[in-house]
């Protein structure tokens, strides 16, 4: 039991939640190559002041709040110009990529059903889509049909197709998947969907805004957004590569009628009409107001310095590790996530490595199968590669030879 009789001088709740924090990662620092991203002091100054300000606005009614319906859909009005969205695109702000990834599912399922009456509905991803696709399916009901990737890495469309039957309502495409980093073939996938007039979702969740940037950047991007026929939503969250705070992610669908699968009204109880937009009922206005306080703040420009800094250091990082004999890149680096392996897998176990490294303080994604460690490379990185390359190459000696295992770890918890 812990109970508090008594409540604590404001001070002293702060310093012991402060004490909470002794051994979290100092993603500030630029140890965490997962779940955290820093655009600096002053960007997290003002998404934090933006988010404090409108901690307890709640956007569930914005006939309350009309300054949370305005900044939603400034927010999605630019996320929408970033990804070539028409005149008829039409989004939502979500609390994250799962919300997101979610909604599409339930979008794709609610169009089957009321279009073509499909009761037994089932989509067709690739095995490196997001699991939240899966958590997707198993909430409402549809049947998950995973596809093998080709050698590399990528969406096997052939594959794809052969997948598909007159009950897939969604096929999905990854720019880029989260795994190993490189972009689906966004146009081939999304004319599986066009000749069958269903769904087709992208999720750019971690690539939508770094894609964006790097193209006005000069390069070479292949097609993924909206300018690719077929398309039906993109997924873009704001609390990765858009350096706000963490509930943060937009929804956009190419017409206003593809959004309103995802929306849900009742008035079947005492309460009166109820809708939401999404799976939230009460929506905190702090995600809302920080993000727009964060791409008011950045501008292009902004984006633009950030998003060159984090495709360095990924640059940068991805040749350390090339030049790295026991260690092994999954692929090219296509955006800013990098994957790698050992060498020779039976004599070297990189989540050895990623025990050694975490004992000096730096935090990388465990994954497989194969068993790989995953680098999330954004614009903090660019100032600590020199500090994480001594402290790579002294805990690669560490566990070369010296046969230790790790445990595998996971993408999220369950505590
Ligand atoms: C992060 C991510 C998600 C899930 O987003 P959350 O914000 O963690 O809920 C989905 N897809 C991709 C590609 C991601 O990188």
Avoid at 30 to 36: C, Q, V, Y
Avoid at 191 to 211: F, P, Q, Y
Avoid at 306 to 327: H, K, P, S, V
Avoid at 354 to 382: E, K, M
């Amino acid at each position: 039991m812990h109970s508090i009789p008594e409540g604590l001088p404001a001070d002293e709740v702060i310093a012991r939640l402060d004490a909470l924090r002794t051994d979290d990662v100092r993603w500030r620092e630029g140890r965490a190559f997962s779940l955290a991203y820093s655009a600096g002091p002053e960007v997290e100054r003002v998404a934090a002041e933006a988010h404090r300000r409108f901690a307890t606005e709640n956007a569930l009614n914005t006939d309350a709040f009309p300054s949370l319906r305005t900044i939603q859909s400034e927010v999605v009005a630019i996320v929408a110009g970033w990804l070539a969205a028409g005149p008829d695109g039409a989004g939502f702000m979500t609390s994250g990529g799962t919300e997101s990834l979610l909604l599409a599912v339930k979008g794709s399922r609610e169009r089957g059903r009321r279009e073509r009456g499909i009761t037994q509905p089932n989509i067709v991803l690739p095995t490196s889509a997001h699991a939240a696709f899966e958590k997707g399916c198993h909430y409402f009901g549809l049947e998950s049909r995973r596809v093998a990737v080709g050698p590399d890495w990528r969406a096997d469309v052939d594959a794809m197709a052969d997948a598909i039957d007159e009950n897939t309502v969604l096929v999905v495409g990854s720019a880029p998947q989260y795994p190993q980093g490189v972009i689906d073939p966004i146009p081939d996938i999304a004319a599986l969907a066009a000749e069958r007039d269903i769904n087709c979702h992208v999720d750019a969740c971690m690539g939508g805004i770094t894609l964006t940037f790097l193209r006005r950047l000069g390069h070479e991007i292949p097609p993924w957004n909206f300018e690719v026929p077929g398309v039906t939503s993109i997924s873009v969250d704001l609390h990765k590569y858009g350096y706000s705070t963490k509930g943060a992610s937009v929804l956009m669908h190419r017409t206003k009628t593809l959004r309103s699968y995802q929306t849900y009204v009742t008035d079947n109880w005492l309460g009166g009409l109820y809708g939401s937009s999404g799976i939230l009922g009460t929506k905190g206005g702090g995600p809302m107001a920080a993000a727009w306080a964060v791409m008011h703040l950045l501008g292009d420009e902004g984006y633009l310095e950030l998003t060159a800094r984090a495709r360095g250091a990924c640059d940068r990082l991805a040749a350390l590790l090339e030049d790295i004999d026991d260690l092994e890149l999954r692929a090219r680096p296509e955006v800013t996530l990098i994957a790698f392996g050992a060498a020779d897998p039976d004599r070297f176990d990189v989540y050895a490595l990623a025990d050694a490294l975490w004992r000096r303080g730096w935090y990388l994604d465990r994954q497989g199968p194969p068993a790989s460690l995953h680098c999330t490379v954004n614009a903090v990185h660019a100032d600590h590669l020199d500090e994480f390359e001594v402290d790579l190459r002294a805990a690669v000696a560490e566990v070369r030879g010296s046969g230790s295992t790790g445990s595998t770890g996971a993408y999220g918890s369950i505590d």
